[in-house]
């Protein structure tokens, strides 16, 4: 068991809305944010019950800053195993396109060319 009875084969999201609410979610390594905001989707929990949902799963989560393509998993981000992550739920159409002006190129070693890059905003 990690920190506060969380499996230590499992992550623990917390994730807040855009109100401020938030609650705690356990996946693993392998679930990608497409299955996550899916998941939370069809299992809106009930203390959120006066929060909006989007008349379809657009919604989106937000790692340190940058959205989150759906096919990214928790294991790709290296999240701690048996420990608390934070990230934002935000609903929201379409994410925004990679700024490939000077943003990959400044990264010479080559680590930069990823197939799923992420913008900060």
Known sequence: MGSRGIPGDK???RLILVSGKSK???FTPNESAADITELVYNNWPTDWEDEPLPPANILRLIYQGRFLHGNVTLG?????MGKTTVMHL??????????????LKKDKSGESNCSNCCVIL
């Open 76 to 80: 790709a981000l290296q999240l701690p």
């Open 90 to 103: 935000v609903p929201r159409e379409n994410l925004p396109e990679p700024n490939n002006q000077g943003q």
């Open 11 to 13: 992550i623990n999201l």
């Open 24 to 26: 705690e979610f356990l």
